[in-house]
C-alpha cells in the first residue's frame, strides 16, 4: 500500500460534539481540557472508554486503557489555536467547541514571530514538556485550521474586499500566516509524526502524516480568487508533505474540481455535504475523496435511508479503494443507532465487495 493512501480500505470515524460528551460523559470544555497536562490526558481516555462501551465492536476506544499523552483534542472538530496565537480573543465554555472572536483588525498585518511568544503559545508548549516528561512521548495533534478561515478571524468579512480590491498587503498578510502554519505544523510532527488527526481522524489511517489544509471558508470566494491568492500554498505543500490534502467542508466542492487537478498532487479531499462526488472524480481520479455525512440531515434520516445513502455516495466516488465515510461533529441529539448504521453499512460493503478491513 502506498504511504500517501489509507491503509485501510474504505476507512470509516465519526466525531461527536462537545454538546454530546458533555451530555453523555460530564467532561467540560474550559480552558484546562486544551492545556493543563492532567486533563488532557484523563479526558481522552474518557472519551475513548465512552466510545469503546458504545461502539468497541467496530474498532473504537482502542486506546481506552492507555493513558495517551495526546497534546490536541482528536475527538473534537476543535480550530481555534492558532487564530488565539494571532490575537483573537477565544472563549471556553463547559459544552461547546472554543468560540473565536473575530478581531476586525484594522491593518492587514500578523506579527510572526509574535505569535510564538504569547501566553497561550507558551502554555501549549509548557503541557507538552510535562507531558513528554511523564510520559517519555508525545500522541495527537492540533487542528491547525486554514490560511482564509483565520485570514477572516483576524480580518473579518472585509478581507473579501481587501482580495477583490487587489490590495497588494493581500498578499503578504496571507504570505505570514502561511509561515505560522508552516512553523507551527512542523513542530507538532516532530512532536508526535502526526499534524491534522484533529482535523479529521481518518488521518490516522495514513501511514505517512496527512497535512490537512482546511478550507471552509472557500465557499465564499471564487476559484479564480483561489488561484490568485491561496492556490500557491497548496502547491507548496502539496510539493513538500505528500500525503497532502484538503479539507472542505461546504457543499460545493466540486466547484473546485478544475483548480484541485491542477495542483501537483492532492491525495486527500474531505468532500462536504452535497459536493458532487461524480465531478470530484471525473478531474481528480487518483484522489481519495472522503465523503462527509451531514450530522442534521442524519439525525431526521430512518436507518435504511442512512445506509441507501451512504451507499449511493460511494458508488458516485466510483473507487471504493480511494473512497472513506464520515460524520463529523454529531450533537447530543444523534441516536447511537444511526451512529452505528453508518460502521455497520460501510462494512457490509467491504465484506460484500471483499476489500480488506
Known amino acids: ?195 491534522s488527526v484533529s482535523v479529521n481522524r481518518v488521518a490516522r489511517f495514513y501511514e505517512n502524516p496527512l497535512l490537512l489544509h482546511s478550507q471552509c471558508s472557500h465557499t465564499m470566494i471564487s476559484s479564480e480568487d483561489y488561484e490568485q491568492y491561496l492556490m500557491k500554498y497548496d502547491i507548496e505543500w502539496a510539493g513538500k508533505n505528500r500525503p497532502f490534502g484538503i479539507h472542505y467542508c461546504g457543499n460545493d466542492p466540486h466547484r473546485y474540481a478544475e483548480s484541485f487537478a491542477k495542483l501537483p498532487s492532492l491525495d486527500f479531499l474531505d468532500v462536504g455535504w452535497g459536493g458532487d462526488l461524480k465531478i470530484l472524480r471525473k478531474h481528480l481520479p487518483n484522489t481519495f475523496l472522503n465523503i462527509r455525512m451531514d450530522p442534521v440531515t442524519l439525525n431526521n434520516y430512518s436507518e435504511k435511508e442512512l445506509e441507501s445513502t451512504i451507499l449511493r455516495l460511494i458508488n458516485d466516488s466510483a473507487d471504493p479503494s480511494l473512497t472513506g465515510v464520515c460524520c463529523i461533529n454529531m450533537d447530543d441529539k444523534v441516536e447511537d443507532s444511526k451512529i452505528s448504521m453508518i460502521f455497520e453499512t460501510v462494512e457490509r460493503y467491504r465484506a460484500e465487495h471483499k476489500l480488506e478491513s
Open 1 to 195: 500500500m502506498s504511504k500517501t493512501k489509507s491503509i485501510i480500505k474504505l476507512p470509516v470515524d465519526i466525531v461527536l460534539a462537545p454538546e454530546w460528551w458533555h451530555k453523555n460523559t460530564g467532561i467540560t470544555f474550559d480552558r484546562d481540557f486544551f492545556f493543563h497536562p492532567l486533563k488532557r490526558v484523563e479526558s481522552e481516555q474518557k472519551m475513548e472508554q465512552e466510545l469503546y462501551d458504545r461502539w468497541g465492536k467496530y474498532g473504537l476506544g482502542a486506546d481506552r486503557d492507555t493513558l495517551r499523552p495526546e497534546i490536541g483534542a482528536v475527538h473534537l472538530a476543535a480550530g481555534f489555536f492558532l487564530s488565539e496565537i494571532m490575537g483573537c480573543k477565544v472563549e471556553y465554555t463547559e459544552n461547546h467547541p472554543p468560540q473565536v472572536h473575530c478581531h476586525n483588525r484594522e491593518e492587514l498585518k500578523v506579527d510572526v514571530e509574535a505569535a510564538f511568544k504569547t501566553r497561550t503559545y507558551k502554555d501549549f508548549e509548557a503541557m507538552c514538556e510535562i507531558l513528554k516528561t511523564k510520559q517519555g512521548y508525545l500522541t495527537g495533534d492540533v487542528n491547525w485550521g486554514g490560511i482564509l478561515n483565520i485570514a477572516m478571524d483576524i480580518r473579518g468579512q472585509q478581507i473579501f474586499l481587501d482580495m477583490a480590491m487587489g490590495d497588494e498587503n493581500v498578499k503578504t498578510f496571507l504570505d505570514d500566516i502561511h509561515s505560522i502554519i508552516s512553523k507551527f505544523t512542523t513542530s507538532v510532527e516532530q512532536k508526535t509524526k502526526t499534524t
